[in-house]
């Protein structure tokens, strides 16, 4: 399997191009739910980043930590 990212720096760059960006999140809940999405990231701090839904869905405003896009949990 081929991995996106190698490393948490490579995650933040990444993240910090695409803040204020309509971008489709694919983020897995767990327990086979997985949701998918269009949003905007809206703030990116050291340590996590928010993302803003456009539209209509399950999730309001959630932050998420770079480990979550490192490990797969969350694709965009």
Do not use: H, W
């Amino acid at each position: 399997m081929y991995r996106q990212f190698q490393s948490i720096q490579d995650v933040k760059s990444k993240i910090e191009e695409l803040k204020g960006k309509d971008v489709v999140f694919r983020i897995n809940k767990g327990r086979n739910k997985i949701v998918e999405l269009k949003a905007q990231v809206e703030q990116v701090y050291p340590s996590m980043f928010i993302i803003k839904p456009i539209t209509k869905a399950d999730l309001d405003k959630t932050s998420y930590s770079y480990s979550d896009v490192l490990c797969g949990d969350i694709k965009f």
